[in-house]
């Protein structure tokens, strides 16, 4: 077996372990995911590259095998607002796709990632024959709904602490200490100040008013969160957040 070959192989095992990692195909049978994921495939995106450009119509629903990515809407000065960042395992580009419309922001890998394309004409053919799916996507698209709802808030009615407050609080984890919980970034301060619309300096002061008050404490790119009631009591969370399907 060549090296192509060896790479398709292991593409092909990414990808099938991608769709079944994908909360809309969440209790299927295998064969029915076996199915789905022989009509997708993968490409790779290396890092600081444009793999989905404004106004380029998606194939179909993209999942996040491995890397990050931010998707941003760019002002014509070069201005940027980071709508979202991307995590493994995480999927976009949901809406535009369903509805054949082109993409209304860009998607740049901020690391060496892998996508996986799931095609159009397969999730409208599991729409159409299997209410089981049918449901899941209208429940995602609800969540879809209130998501976009909890961002409206929280960028028009709540102060750039709020913002944060809730931010840090929608990416609390359990530490490996009992009862302890920690954030962790999952981009640079400056994509975080962006996607929280702020200043990199605005966002560097709150964290550090929030270290002085014995909230948190920085470590980077990890926060542990010392008073995650005070925290609550800053911008309330219910830990967990809508996600946005984009």
Not at 19 to 48: D, E, K, M, N, T
Not at 176 to 193: C, M, N
Request: proline share 5%.
């Amino acid at each position: 077996m060549g090296p192509t070959c060896t790479a398709r192989a292991r593409d092909s095992g990414l990808v099938a372990r991608v769709v079944a990692s994908v909360a809309l195909f969440a209790g299927f049978p295998p064969a029915i995911l076996a199915s789905v994921a022989r009509q997708s495939w993968a490409f790779a995106a290396p890092r600081g590259t444009t793999f989905l450009a404004r106004g380029a119509l998606l194939p179909g629903i993209l999942a996040l095998a491995y890397g990050s990515a931010k998707l941003a809407l760019r002002a014509p000065d070069n201005e940027e607002r980071v709508l979202r960042l991307v995590s493994a395992g995480q999927t976009f580009g949901e809406s535009a796709a369903l509805l054949g419309r082109a993409s209304a922001y860009e998607a740049i890998a901020l690391a060496e990632s892998k996508l996986v394309v799931i095609p159009v004409a397969q999730v409208l053919f599991l729409l159409e024959r299997d209410s089981r799916f049918a449901r899941q996507l209208v429940t995602a698209l609800a969540e879809a709904k209130l998501g976009l709802l909890s961002e409206l808030e929280a960028t028009t009615l709540r102060r750039g602490a709020q913002r944060l407050a809730h931010y840090l609080g929608s990416l609390a984890e359990p530490a490996q200490v009992p009862g302890q919980f920690v954030a962790r970034l999952p981009a640079s301060k400056t994509l975080i100040a962006s996607r929280l619309d702020m200043k990199k300096e605005t966002l560097s002061r709150l964290l550090r008013s929030l270290a002085r008050q014995g909230v948190i404490e920085v470590r980077r790119r990890e926060i542990d969160i010392l008073d995650r009631e005070r925290l609550a009591q800053i911008a309330p969370f219910d830990g967990e957040p809508h996600p946005v399907l984009t």
